[in-house]
């Protein structure tokens, strides 16, 4: 008679140590694991067990479930896995490199659990402004026909290492990108944002990548790194009146970008005596 090892966690998302822990649990006498996702989570049930089935695609004696009915199975033992709360909290803030790795493709493609990102990154007011740029980098995308998904992530992800001191921000400079040292630490996580996006979340578009590394400067010239140096100047909750900004830039980027970069710096050189 089979004997079967039934799973229960959230996997919200399923996380490397978990299916490791399975697997374990599975060698240890059983022939088979089910793992079957908790009621509750961030993310719709369903969504989570096709994240695990993707996870559990490489392992025959594992498999993913909505449910099981122990009672008419004789020889099941359920086991809940004690990792799995502190693993999964941490891949909800970004450590994709906790989750399994089957699945941080799609978690870095899907933008799945970014706004549990963004507020796990930023303090509440630097959330609420991500958030905000990200919707006019949609609108904006939607504007030039240009892809929207793309744009929002973008504007999600632009100030995720915002709140990074300094420190952390030169050890991380030093090692990747040691010629951005020279310039403000205010301008810092442009930088720094790129290699932990890439490194931790496994973000691999470069235009999103990029478009992040011109947003403080704007010193890019694509589409893309155009609507999120614009956006990010002049999202609604800045406080002054950009509609005129925005109005030039959905007929025309270039425009858009030329009329917000002269004003940003007019700015500073009249209010922080910053001569750019
Ligand atoms: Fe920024
Ligand atoms: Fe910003």
């Known amino acids: 008679m089979m004997k ?3 799973i229960r966690a959230p996997f919200d998302p399923v ?3 978990e299916v490791k822990a399975a697997l374990d649990i599975q060698r240890s006498g059983f022939d088979l694991a089910v793992l079957i996702p908790d009621e509750e989570g961030v993310l719709p049930r369903r969504k989570r067990l096709e994240l695990l089935r993707r996870a559990l695609q490489p392992y025959r004696k594992a498999a993913a479930a909505l ?3 122990t009672e008419h199975v004789r020889n099941t033992v359920v086991f809940s896995l004690e990792c799995a709360d502190e693993e999964e909290a941490l891949a909800r803030t970004g450590r994709f490199d906790k989750a399994a790795r089957g699945i941080r493709k799609i978690l870095a493609e899907e933008g799945l659990y970014l706004e549990q990102i963004v507020d796990a990154n930023c303090s509440p007011h630097r959330a609420a402004h991500s958030k905000s740029v990200a919707q006019v980098c949609l609108r904006l995308a939607h504007a ?4 929207e998904f793309q744009a929002w ?3 999600m992800l632009h100030d995720l290492t915002k709140s990074w001191d300094d420190e952390r921000g030169r050890k991380l400079l030093e090692v990747y990108d040691p010629g ?3 310039l403000s630490p205010k301008v810092w996580h442009s930088y720094t944002a790129p290699v932990w996006l890439k490194q931790v979340m496994g973000i691999q578009d470069r235009q999103i990548l990029q478009a992040i590394g011109h947003h403080t400067l704007g010193t890019g010239s694509g589409d893309l790194d155009m609507i999120l140096y614009i956006a990010d100047k002049t999202e609604p909750l800045r406080g002054y009146d950009s509609s005129y900004e925005i109005a030039v830039s959905e007929k025309n980027l270039k425009e858009g970008a030329a009329l917000v970069l002269s004003e ?3 700015y ?3 209010k922080e005596g910053i001569d750019v």
């Open 153 to 155: 992530k973008a504007g």
């Open 144 to 147: 030039h026909h240009l892809n």
């Open 15 to 17: 996380c490397e140590k």
């Open 180 to 182: 951005r040292l020279k």
């Open 4 to 6: 079967i090892a039934v």
């Open 268 to 270: 500073l050189r009249e």
């Open 264 to 266: 940003s710096k007019k």
């Open 67 to 69: 449910q099981f009915d």
